[in-house]
């Protein structure tokens, strides 16, 4: 058999690798942590670590970066990224977008921690930007609901309770209850901070930046960009109005100084 005839043979089983995001529509792209329950249970404390949440702000950061994004979400283990809707990243093809997203994560946290760590990746898909705003809320509602029930998990575990008897404790239990076991242990979840309860949003930001012309000896300006680490995300509304307003952006050049 000629080379090339098994070659055109086995590429034709490629089936996936001509997946592509459909044109002019808006990628998000949402990385997982895999096996993370066991991995805290290892490496961190619980219910929220600082040591753990800089790592997911570094990997957020790192995406945001080398996949062109305009603006990254990170709550818990997971982290969002929408890309441009003109975006030609990978010719927008899907395998790419996920093998690379969750190589990414998976490098940069693994890196931090010293000790492997897995993301798996998909692609969700944004006909308008009306969705994309939409995403961003029901992943932010999300945040909310996960820091609630986390905080009332493991302060019953704290006391003694066994997994069975915290889940069963919490099951059926709503908003308003889950507070008020909260409170009854001395802890206001109102105080809770805000980038627990509402996650953590990453975007670019433009600065001024003064410089020395090196022949005539003046002071020059010229405008940058960087990414602003926003852990004091607004909810509702004024959430949508900021994911509006960094999404109406559409470049995708995103070099740092």
Same mark, same amino acid.
């Given at each position: 058999?000629?080379?090339?005839?098994?070659?055109?043979?086995?590429?034709?089983?490629?089936?996936?690798?001509?997946?592509?995001?459909?044109?002019?529509?808006?990628?998000?792209?949402?990385?997982?942590?895999?096996?993370?329950?066991?991995?805290?249970?290892?490496?961190?404390?619980?219910?929220?670590?600082?040591?753990?949440?800089?790592?997911?702000?570094?990997?957020?950061?790192?995406?945001?970066?080398? /996949?062109? !994004?305009?603006?990254?979400? *990170?709550?818990?283990? %997971?982290?969002?990224? =929408?890309?441009? +809707?003109?975006?030609? &990243?990978?010719?927008?093809?899907?395998?790419?977008?996920?093998?690379?997203?969750?190589?990414?994560?998976?490098?940069?946290?693994?890196?931090?921690?010293?000790?492997?760590?897995?993301?798996?990746?998909?692609?969700?898909?944004?006909?308008?930007?009306?969705?994309?705003?939409?995403?961003?809320?029901?992943?932010?509602?999300?945040?909310?609901?996960?820091? /609630?029930? !986390?905080?009332?998990?493991? *302060?019953?575990?704290? %006391?003694?309770?066994? =997994?069975?008897? +915290?889940?069963?404790? &919490?099951?059926?239990?709503?908003?308003?209850?889950?507070?008020?076991?909260?409170?009854?242990?001395?802890?206001?979840?109102?105080?809770?901070?805000?980038?627990?309860?509402?996650?953590?949003?990453?975007?670019?930001?433009?600065?001024?930046?003064?410089?020395?012309?090196?022949?005539?000896?003046?002071?020059?300006?010229?405008?940058?960009?960087?990414?602003?680490?926003?852990?004091?995300?607004?909810?509702?509304?004024?959430?949508?109005?900021?994911?509006?307003?960094?999404?109406?952006?559409?470049?995708?050049?995103?070099?740092?100084?």
């Amino acid at each position: 058999m000629k080379t090339d005839d098994l070659e055109e043979r086995m590429r034709e089983l490629e089936w996936f690798h001509a997946l592509r995001v459909l044109p002019t529509a808006w990628p998000v792209i949402r990385v997982d942590g895999r096996s993370f329950t066991r991995l805290s249970d290892q490496h961190f404390e619980r219910p929220f670590d600082v040591r753990f949440h800089d790592m997911m702000v570094k990997a957020a950061e790192t995406l945001l970066i080398e /996949l062109h !994004g305009l603006y990254a979400f *990170t709550e818990s283990d %997971e982290i969002s990224l =929408v890309l441009p +809707a003109d975006t030609d &990243l990978f010719n927008r093809e899907v395998e790419k977008l996920v093998s690379v997203s969750a190589g990414i994560a998976s490098s940069i946290f693994t890196l931090a921690l010293g000790s492997p760590a897995h993301f798996d990746s998909r692609v969700w898909v944004g006909p308008s930007a009306q969705h994309v705003l939409d995403y961003f809320r029901w992943r932010q509602s999300d945040a909310a609901r996960c820091c /609630l029930n !986390g905080w009332c998990y493991w *302060t019953l575990r704290k %006391e003694g309770q066994s =997994v069975k008897q +915290a889940s069963e404790a &919490l099951d059926g239990k709503n908003f308003s209850e889950k507070n008020e076991l909260l409170f009854a242990r001395g802890i206001n979840f109102n105080d809770v901070p805000l980038w627990q309860r509402h996650g953590v949003g990453l975007y670019w930001e433009q600065f001024e930046k003064e410089g020395l012309n090196p022949v005539t000896g003046e002071i020059t300006k010229a405008m940058r960009r960087r990414i602003h680490v926003d852990k004091n995300l607004p909810r509702g509304d004024a959430y949508t109005e900021l994911v509006a307003r960094v999404i109406a952006s559409t470049t995708s050049e995103t070099s740092v100084c």
